[in-house]
């Protein structure tokens, strides 16, 4: 007679990882979605079920926040969809060339910002675009093009987009290593057997090597979805909480951020803050869900 | 063993504790990292000195940080025996949570004012929860040599600030007045608020807003917004993404000849700046117009209502009420302007002419302090937006006044 045995090693196995993910990440964002559904009335907390939520997006006063918020945000990821992720397919591209000189550098040049702290970042970059001692100005005006420059980061029309190249610049080296591993991963043998057949050069790469690294566009876009809708840094650094000017700058992040810990003399209100952390939460698992089940799943593979 | 070894230590802490405790420390919490040294250096010793016995330590952290710091701290019991408070709602939600004790009956509370004590009040004036410190008072400093050097006097009335500022302009060596929008708070402190009490006749117009008999639609709200549009003109150039600090540097470089002021700025432009600084008073309207400035009451102190050395606390508090201390901080701190009723004789000159402005003005506070920035939309916020589209000319002063009356009185029951 065979007894079932439990099979304890797999709980042990597992036991280290699974409580502290559970205390540090999953206790903490159920705990935020359960304080979104409650308020506080003369210092104590009662249950409100989805008012907060109702607040959010019908009251005009947090509606118009809310939705400029997450307008801002699409605009901050379309900006990473058109222009990081077509760059970095492009240097990963030319850094897989096999004649290419000095590889290692430029790979290494590209992608030293993406491990630079926002701070960093955010602060050399305001001081570059500064019209009064950055270099900007004085570069432009050096190639005589002064009269391009505006001061972009204090103008409603322009400071998003510019925070958005600024962020796209210390990220680009992301989907650079990643499509450069899936180009280095090609092997040999079918790009002989493309040249053979008359598809060399450019062609090689539209043909044979962009489907083959599509599924790692496929998930550097997902990074970037994520990233981007919970990105907060580089704005809280560059212009603080109040996203300027005029809230032009603001997303979700920052949103929450000034709701939930206050700002000046608003004082913070954790609730409504998780009802936008739960809002936040929401679309984030909405696009990921959507890529994973309506795109990835129909995505084509080719084994190598 | 190991036993003993524990018991041992045990009771060595015991009775390390138990010396300790003849004398009582009482421990500061403060956002002012910026003046350790100066209570480290002046301040205690001084207290210490007539009070052989107590301890004090002052322990700042960020300013930043010192709400949401000092509220867990709170919240855990771990806060020290006496607390700097920040003017108005943040220290009345402390209060109200019992964290701060009613110091109404501590007889050094005499020496102030009741504007002074106005920032660490409730609403009825019956509990007064922190000793008041320091005010700051608006206005604007200027390049004195640059002034000399274009043959400009200091104005007095707007007519006169606005000639200045097109003299300056003309000449092009400075730029008339260093001031930028992309922090947006001076915008409304150093812009709004400082103009402002002019066109408001100060404490008047504010408390009339606070009863709901103005509205922000009204001509004296809404005119500083049409002043704050001209002064446009006369900012640096990118002035939309010049930050505080950048305006700091460009006034303390000589670059710029105006600068709208804080007078906390005094120490830092002292060290700085390698000429000769003068200040003159928010312009009147019409020569010989009672002159209203912003003297701001910015810092307090009050008792932890957790804290077990309550005595001692309040001895230093008493102590903190009287000339004495003035007298130290407002000396060694120029432009953190001491709000005791007794005078105090200060060295610093251009601190020494901002302050004079008390006996020449009548005093009022920023007009979004009190109770009108507790609700959702924030006013106090909302007038920095306010205040930078004004100077950007993105709306007419009337559609912003309109927008804020709108905003306030979606919570204000006075304003319904």
């Not at chain 2, 009040?121 to 008072?137: K, L, R, Y």
Request: net charge negative; aromatic share 12%.
């Amino acid at each position: 007679m065979q007894t079932r045995r439990i099979r304890w090693h797999i709980a042990v196995f597992l036991a280290p990882a699974v409580l502290v993910y559970t205390a540090v990440m999953i206790f903490p964002l159920f705990n935020t979605l359960r304080l979104a559904l409650f308020t506080e009335v003369d210092q104590t907390r009662i249950y409100v079920g989805l008012q907060n939520f109702r607040t959010l997006f019908f009251d005009p006063i947090w509606s118009e926040q809310f939705w400029n918020a997450l307008g801002n945000n699409f605009w901050f990821f379309l900006i990473h969809m058109l222009v990081q992720n077509p760059i970095g397919i492009a240097l990963a591209a030319l850094l897989s060339h096999p004649r290419l000189r000095f590889a290692a550098l430029y790979r290494s040049a590209i992608f030293i910002p993406t491990i630079m702290s926002f701070v960093i970042v955010g602060f050399a970059w305001k001081l570059i675009l500064s019209p009064l001692w950055g270099i900007a100005p004085s570069m432009l005006d050096a190639i005589g093009l002064k009269s391009l420059f505006a001061p972009w980061l204090g103008k409603e029309e322009h400071a998003l987009t510019t925070l958005a190249l600024v962020s796209v610049w210390q990220f680009v080296g992301i989907p650079m290593m990643l499509i450069y591993a899936a180009l280095l991963s090609i092997p040999e043998e079918i790009l002989e057997a493309g040249e053979i057949d008359g598809i060399t050069g450019a062609s090689a790469f539209w043909k044979i090597k962009l489907p083959l690294i599509i599924p790692s566009i496929g998930i550097i876009s997902i990074l970037t979805f994520v990233g981007n809708f919970n990105a907060f840094d580089l704005i809280y650094v560059s212009q603080g909480a109040l996203a300027g000017p005029d809230f032009s700058t603001d997303i979700l992040g920052t949103f929450m951020y000034r709701t939930f810990f206050g700002f000046q003399l608003q004082l913070g209100d954790p609730h409504m803050g998780s009802a936008i952390a739960g809002a936040m939460f929401a679309i984030i698992l909405v696009g990921v869900c959507l890529y994973l089940f309506g795109i990835q799943t129909r995505m084509r593979r080719y084994q190598l | 063993m190991t036993r003993k070894v524990l018991s041992l230590a045990l009771m060595s802490t015991a009775l390390v504790t138990s010396a300790y405790a003849q004398d009582a420390t009482l421990n500061i919490e403060s956002w002012r990292n910026d003046d350790l040294a100066l209570w480290q250096e002046k301040i205690i010793p001084a207290f210490e000195a007539e009070h052989p016995g107590i301890k004090v330590i002052f322990s700042p952290s960020a300013p930043a940080e010192y709400n949401a710091v000092l509220n867990s701290k709170l919240e855990a019991g771990s806060a020290g025996d006496l607390i700097t408070c920040r003017p108005f709602d943040a220290s009345l939600a402390l209060y109200e949570n019992g964290h701060l004790t009613d110091l109404s009956d501590l007889d050094a509370m005499g020496n102030f004012s009741d504007v002074a004590k106005s920032a660490w009040q409730t609403d009825d004036g019956s509990a007064s929860f922190c000793v008041p410190m320091a005010s700051v008072i608006h206005g604007f400093i200027y390049n004195k040599d640059a002034f000399n050097e274009l043959g400009i006097d200091a104005p007095t009335t707007e007519a006169e600030f606005f000639a200045a500022l097109d003299k300056i302009k003309e000449d092009g060596t400075y730029i008339p007045m260093a001031m930028g929008t992309n922090d947006q708070w001076e915008a409304a402190t150093m812009g709004y608020n400082n103009i402002g009490p002019n066109y408001w006749k100060g404490e008047e117009g504010r408390q009339a807003l606070i009863k709901g008999e103005q509205k922000l639609t009204d001509p004296q709200w809404v005119a500083p917004y049409a002043t704050l549009a001209k002064w446009a003109d006369y900012l640096g150039d990118g002035y939309e993404a010049q930050t505080y600090p950048d305006s700091q540097n460009l006034f303390t470089l000589g670059r710029a000849a105006v600068y709208p002021a804080g007078s906390w700025e005094i120490s830092g432009f002292n060290t700085q700046a390698d000429f000769e600084m003068g200040a003159f008073k928010p312009p009147v309207q019409n020569a010989g117009d009672t002159c209203y400035i912003s003297d701001h009451t910015d810092i307090g102190i009050g008792l932890n209502a957790a804290s077990e050395n309550q005595e001692a606390a309040r001895t230093f508090l008493a102590w903190v009420a009287s000339p004495e201390f003035a007298s130290i901080f407002g000396n060694a701190l120029p432009g953190f302007f001491p709000l005791s009723s007794t005078p105090v004789e200060l060295e610093d000159p251009l601190a020494k002419e901002i302050v004079g402005w008390r006996d020449e003005c009548e005093s009022t506070i920023r007009s979004t302090y009190q109770i009108l920035s507790r609700g959702t939309p924030n006013l106090e916020n909302e007038t920095w937006g306010a205040s930078v589209a004004a100077i950007k000319g993105a709306e007419t002063p009337e559609a912003l006044g309109q927008q804020l009356q709108d905003g306030l009185a979606t919570w204000y029951a006075p304003h319904q």
